[in-house]
């Protein structure tokens, strides 16, 4: 579903993607953890192209990107990202929200629009909050409104950069028990998150970024029962 | 004390009729400035986040030149510059002379606004798919507008005010009617006291109005 090959990605003098090769195949769920500033973020954006990789290739769906020549605006279209801060539209209603790019970028019928809107608000739990603003809602709700806009676009691969960092504990939950019935219907995602729990439960693969690289790809229980990579385990000691 | 405040009304009595006349005249140079203003600032704010460095300098040069300068110089210029050449009344080439003076300021106040909107929210619009024009139209701008709009009425009470200064090109606004009235009853303090009471209290219907379409804002939106 997404391939990436030997991403480089630089800030000024700082390297901070140093050669990553990623294949994300259909209806899997990776997991990216590492502590702040090894790049697992800079690697998520550089999927939807929120940032612009110096050198490789990134191929979505079959399709290798240029960004020079491709309507990055349609493939953006195809990959969701939900936010460590939501994102949410503070002017528009939380239905208002999750329609707005239907009726924008697809031409979508304001009726047909809202029975969507009205359906993932269901799916996520929210439809009673439909017609208030996102001031109005806790960060659990900001951040599963978050998730019901970005699937309106019926996007074929879901990024999370941190969704649940911004959350007061108690909040963690309910948002996670979305993202995991999301995986439990086949979405393809890739999941930028402290949430350990979450990651064994849910991922079929976790993977270690550390100062710019992959040091670590494995499925869960090996991850945690037997790291190859000294990084790696000291990491898990810290989160455990 | 008593005195003056008795001359004061007395003075206030005689000369109502014409600071009415002339308070109808301040507020429309008020208002060609303000929505002259308004337009001139958004094409420039526009231009300053255009991304286009020729339009840039074009706007960096208009703001220089307007915010470096007194705005009697502006005016000064105006009158000068194009009623003498192009046959103009007064009150517009002071109007007009206070939209320009306004446009720089507007233009900053526009593109702070629009800067000020959170990155983020570019971010997840893109995300979704919207591009760089339908993110601005449906985004950013209405974002940028309602924190612009308290500063916007700032700027509208300074205009209020500044459109005093064009009495000096003889437009019969309230601040010559009162300089005349000053120099002819020989009562220049209370000639300008009832003025400075004249501004004072348009300024405070601005301010209560501005202050009601603020907190409606507010009320809608959260």
Redesign the interface.
């Known amino acids: 579903m997404i391939i990436g090959e030997n991403i480089h990605k630089s800030f000024g003098d700082l390297e901070v993607l140093k050669g990553v090769d990623l294949h994300v195949k259909p209806q899997e769920v990776v997991v990216l953890v590492g502590v702040s500033g090894s790049g697992k973020s800079t690697l998520l954006r550089c999927f939807n192209f929120l940032e612009m990789i110096n050198e490789g290739s990134i191929t979505i769906d079959g399709k290798k990107v240029d960004p020079k020549k491709d309507n990055l605006t349609k493939i953006r279209a195809e990959v969701g990202m939900v936010f460590q801060h939501f994102n949410l539209f503070p002017h528009k209603t939380v239905l208002e929200n999750v329609i707005e790019a239907p009726v924008t970028v697809k031409k979508m019928n304001k009726d047909a629009a809202r029975k969507l809107g009205l359906d993932l608000l269901e799916k996520v739990g929210l439809s009673d909050k439909a017609d208030v603003y996102p001031s109005k809602l806790s960060g659990g709700q900001k951040q599963r409104v978050a998730i019901a806009r970005s699937l309106a676009m019926e996007p074929k691969v879901m990024l999370f950069d941190e969704p649940t960092s911004a959350l007061d504990p108690e909040l963690v939950g309910e948002v996670l028990q979305v993202m995991k019935q999301l995986a439990e219907e086949g979405m393809t995602m890739v999941v930028v998150t402290h949430e350990m729990k979450f990651a064994k439960e849910v991922a079929d693969r976790i993977i270690m970024i550390d100062q710019g690289t992959i040091i670590e790809s494995a499925d869960p229980k090996n991850f945690f029962e037997n790291p190859q990579h000294e990084r790696t385990r000291q990491f898990i000691q810290l989160v455990e | 004390m008593f005195e003056l405040i008795s001359t004061v009304f007395e003075v206030f009595m005689r000369t109502y009729p014409g600071f009415l006349r002339a308070a109808v005249v301040t507020l429309q140079l008020t208002a060609v400035g303000v929505i002259l203003g308004t337009f001139i600032g958004l094409a420039f704010a526009l231009m300053k986040i255009s991304g286009s460095k020729i339009l840039q300098g074009i706007a960096n040069v208009y703001i220089t030149i307007i915010r470096g300068t007194p705005l009697i110089v502006q005016i000064m210029f105006l009158y000068f510059g194009i009623v003498e050449i192009y046959t103009m009344s007064n009150f517009w080439a002071g109007a007009i002379a206070l939209g320009v003076h306004n446009g720089a300021y507007i233009a900053e106040i526009f593109r702070g606004s629009i800067q000020g909107v959170?990155p983020?929210?570019r971010?997840?619009?893109?995300?979704?798919?919207?591009?760089r024009k339908?993110t601005m139209q449906?985004?950013v701008f209405?974002?940028a507008l309602?924190r612009s709009i308290p500063p916007l009425g700032n700027q509208f009470i300074i205009t209020l005010k500044d459109s005093s200064l064009v009495y000096i090109i003889g437009v019969a606004e309230i601040f010559s009617l009162a300089n005349r009235e000053a120099a002819q009853s020989f009562q220049p303090f209370e000639s300008f006291i009832v003025v400075a009471l004249y501004y004072l209290v348009l300024v405070m219907i601005f301010t209560y109005l501005l202050r009601w379409y603020e907190n409606r804002l507010d009320v809608d939106?959260?």
């Open positions: 959170d983020g929210q971010e997840a619009s893109m995300s979704l798919g919207m591009n339908q449906r985004i209405p974002q309602r939106k959260t």
